[in-house]
């Protein structure tokens, strides 16, 4: 099995590059900062981001480099205001006029240090790009002023050259992730981020008066048609004063939706005040991670992935309808997918074996083989501890024994690294199951015996009953008869005491098969029709199922016609229900008691590739076997 080492390299790209605004009507709401969070938070995912400064008159992310760099960048770098005036004093030689995407990014764009704080040790390939508002030398102001917006679009400049940079961005295959930070009122600057450069827009608002108006004329200015590329954001909000703040969304909704004629009008998120808001320019909130700010920031992040399709379960889905079409790049992409998120990845994984019974066994072994070592190498104990036992259980479920028992001894040394008591019973005595149906009785008994032990510490009584009664069918295909009746018949009591109705029933049917193994014929029958009359009142498949099966193998011994008369008036129901373990079984006793010689034959063949597949070697594989060399030798002779 392989080891969790995935490559570092970047996640699966998004199926779209998303070109997203950030506005707000009003400073201080958080925006520049709510831009940077998710910049930074894709950033460390893996993805490429490239950032906007269109705040040309209080560019925050062109003095953020400064911080963060610990230079003095920011009068030294080019940006957008000199991309600008580059190309209207001599288009051509620009690069939004020659289409020459190497001088973009080699004299425009900056690249910034993605936070250690948020970058995933499993992920690579992620960076954090910036064309910063423009240098911010002593002529910055001078060049702003300069630049007339308005004036290049009525000479019909503006929007081929705010187009051509889009394209060249896009063109460039560089980047998943397209910010652009707007300046705030009803600016060209904002007009254009908005119309031109932005598919979607991340509107941020404070939930006074002020606020609230200027941004819904502002909705209501942009004619937004598509109200699935809006997102809402309400931003600062106290978390303490919770009537007033619901009145406060209550009213902003209400009015944004009139004015901007939106018909639902929701906030994908609310961002709680911090002190960060107000001081810090730098995402600071990466050290946060438990707190109410920093989930605002994922939950605003989760939204802007939707919009680029970048999000793990859709590419979870994908990757593994690749998988088990053969595709085993997919099972590198499932790699770097739980590097992102393990617990998402094990929930899937776990989702796809629904479906998988015994025709898809090899798909499901491919699932979970890659699931366990997913989980081994998540150094989460209780990540690993839920996909091992789901993976065990349904081995165990579907008649996979070996598979089963790897499973439940890996579970075992993790409960006991934990000092988890009841995992370390449960893993005994699933141990004890599987173990008995490979035929290893001795070692079976023993691994129920120190569950035994454990739920008498425990004071876990219903688990005794249930252990009894295991050993006790156990006991009945070795030499030890007369001990299995005083276990059944032990389980049976305890059962009874303690109201356990469902136990009661596998107990007597149990003890129907013991009493008619030692000759009590007439108490073995007396004991079934107890059990069929509780049965009819549990209306459960399963217990009903146990039952039938119990009862054909007690009538084996006392009434063979009578054995062969319940199989056939119950065989559909059991091939429903039954454990394969159990259908399995009743297909030797089947070929064992029919006079049809084809039909004996073709029970035993089936029984005994059943025993062959999972590699078990017990009373029952060998019972198949020899009927099926008898039946040989009768057609031979």
């Known amino acids: 099995m392989e080891t969790f080492s995935p490559p570092r390299?970047?996640?699966r790209k998004p199926k779209d590059l998303a070109f997203v605004t950030f506005y707000s009507f009003?400073?201080?709401v958080?925006?520049?900062?709510?831009l940077l969070n998710v910049a930074c938070i894709l950033a460390g995912l893996g993805r490429r981001v490239l950032m906007i400064d269109f705040d040309l008159e209080a560019p925050g992310l062109t003095l953020f480099q400064d911080k963060q760099l610990e230079t003095r960048r920011s009068q030294e770098q080019a940006g957008l205001v000199d991309l600008i005036t580059d190309f209207l004093d001599d288009p051509w030689a620009s690069p939004v006029g020659d289409g020459n995407a190497h001088t973009l990014f080699d004299q425009y764009v900056a690249r910034l240090t993605v936070p250690e704080g948020v970058q995933n040790e499993n992920l690579d390939g992620g960076y954090l790009d910036l064309i910063p508002a423009g240098c911010l030398s002593d002529e910055y102001q001078e060049r702003i002023h300069g630049l007339s917006f308005n004036q290049m679009f009525e000479e019909g400049i503006g929007k081929p050259f705010f187009e051509r940079l889009k394209r060249l961005i896009r063109d460039s295959d560089r980047y998943d992730y397209v910010f652009i930070d707007s300046r705030t009122g009803f600016s060209d600057e904002g007009s254009i981020s908005t119309r031109f450069l932005g598919d979607y827009r991340v509107v941020l608002t404070g939930l006074n008066n002020q606020n609230v108006i200027g941004t819904a004329s502002f909705l209501g200015r942009t004619e937004i048609n598509d109200r699935e590329k809006l997102a809402l954001v309400a931003s600062p909000v106290p978390m303490y004063y919770e009537d007033l703040r619901r009145e406060r969304i209550k009213n902003a909704k209400?009015?944004?939706?009139?004015?901007?004629?939106?018909?639902?009008?929701?906030f994908v998120?609310?961002?709680?005040?911090?002190p960060i808001l107000a001081l810090e320019e730098d995402p600071t909130v990466r050290d946060l991670h438990d707190t109410d700010l920093f989930e605002a920031y994922e939950t605003l992040t989760r939204t802007v992935r939707e919009w680029a399709g970048d999000l793990p379960e859709e590419q979870i889905q994908g990757a593994l309808k690749r998988l088990l079409e053969g595709d085993e790049n997919a099972r590198s992409d499932i790699w770097q997918i739980a590097a992102e998120d393990v617990s998402l990845v094990l929930t899937r994984l776990r989702f796809a074996t629904f479906g998988f019974v015994e025709k898809d066994i090899e798909k499901a072994r491919q699932i979970f083989d890659l699931g366990i070592s997913i989980a081994e190498g998540s150094s989460n104990l209780e990540e690993e501890t839920q996909f091992l036992a789901w993976a065990s259980?349904?081995?165990s479920?579907?008649?996979y024994p070996i598979e089963a028992k790897d499973g439940y001894e890996k579970l075992a040394e993790i409960a006991k690294k934990l000092g988890h008591k009841r995992g370390i019973g449960a893993s005994h005595e699933n141990l004890g199951t599987v173990l008995g149906w490979l035929g290893a009785v001795k070692h079976s008994i023993d691994h129920y015996n120190k569950a035994q032990k454990i739920w008498e510490e425990l004071d876990a009584y219903s688990d005794i009953v249930d252990v009894n009664i295991k050993i006790g069918k156990l006991l009945i295909i070795s030499k030890s008869k007369e001990r299995a009746v005083e276990y059944l018949e032990r389980a049976v009591e305890q059962s009874r005491e303690m109201d356990l109705e469902r136990k009661e029933v596998y107990g007597l049917s149990a003890i129907g098969i013991a009493y008619a193994m030692v000759g009590r014929h007439d108490d073995a029958k007396l004991q079934l029709e107890q059990a069929k009359k509780r049965v009819h009142e549990l209306k459960s498949d399963r217990a009903q199922a146990s039952f039938h099966t119990d009862a054909i193998e007690a009538y084996a011994v006392m009434e063979p016609s009578e054995a062969l008369k319940q199989i056939e008036e119950n065989w559909a129901f059991i091939k429903e229900h039954a454990h394969p373990f159990d259908r399995t079984r009743m297909r030797v006793l089947r070929a064992g008691l029919t006079s049809d010689t084809k039909e004996a034959a073709k029970d035993a063949k089936e029984a005994m590739e059943f025993y062959q597949e999972r590699e078990v070697d017990s009373v029952w594989s060998r019972e198949a076997e020899e009927i099926w060399e008898r039946m040989q030798d009768t057609?031979?002779?």
């Open 254 to 266: 209400e009015h944004i939706g009139r004015e901007a004629g939106l018909d639902d009008v929701r």
């Open 26 to 28: 009003k400073g201080g």
């Open 393 to 395: 259980s349904w081995y």
């Open 269 to 274: 998120t609310q961002i709680p005040f911090h």
């Open 397 to 399: 479920s579907n008649g």
């Open 30 to 34: 958080g925006r520049t900062l709510a």
């Open 635 to 637: 057609k031979k002779s």
């Open 9 to 11: 390299r970047r996640s």
